[in-house]
């Protein structure tokens, strides 16, 4: 059972500072129609900013209830899955009210090595048992060290063929989903 999160704090900034960054439509739009292709639970957008989160909210029930629905109803189908959560907390917090157990934590970066779990050994884990999986992706320049500290595993990061790796975030979540979910 797999859930999806994309951290907006905290993260890094370019300098490596921790901040919070902006809710991106693009991202909304993308990740949840990615989580319903892939039959992901819920798709949840992490801000502490309650303006940032009423914008969202803005953009989602545009497509959940207004004129987006009617006019698109497989993103409206989509946009169902997404919830608005202030902190990890909060979502760790929903999933153990859906299924009564404490999700594994899984964090994603680009720049991660040694000890990692890869996405086959997370697709046998998911099929091999009952848990749910919460899946942290992170925007800015990436997850900030106290969470990847607390999460359970760390992904192995997505590589492509030269040196160059700095996938947008809704690029690397669907190469990962997709590895991770297809059969």
């Given amino acids: ?54 914008l969202a909210y803005e953009i989602i029930d545009h497509w959940r209830q207004g004129y987006g629905a009617v006019f698109n109803p497989s993103r409206r189908e989509a946009f169902e899955l997404v919830m608005l959560k202030a902190s990890l907390s909060e979502v760790q917090a929903e999933i153990v009210e859906q299924t009564g157990t404490l999700p594994q934590t899984i964090v994603t970066g680009a720049n991660f090595e040694d000890g990692l779990l890869t996405c086959g050994e997370l697709k046998k884990r998911m099929r091999n048992d009952n848990l749910p999986y919460l899946l942290i992706f992170g925007t800015g320049s990436g997850i900030a060290q106290e969470i990847v500290d607390r999460a359970d595993y760390r992904l192995e990061p997505v590589k492509g063929i030269g040196d160059y790796n700095h996938l947008a975030v809704r690029s690397a979540a669907a190469i990962i989903i997709d590895r991770i979910m297809r059969d």
């Fill in 1 to 54: 059972m797999l859930y999806i999160a994309l951290l907006h704090y905290p993260v890094y900034n370019k300098d490596g500072k921790v901040v919070t960054t902006s809710i991106a439509n693009t991202d909304i739009h993308d990740i949840a129609r990615l989580s319903r292709t892939y039959g992901v639970q819920n798709y949840f957008v992490v801000n502490p900013l309650s303006a940032q989160r009423a």
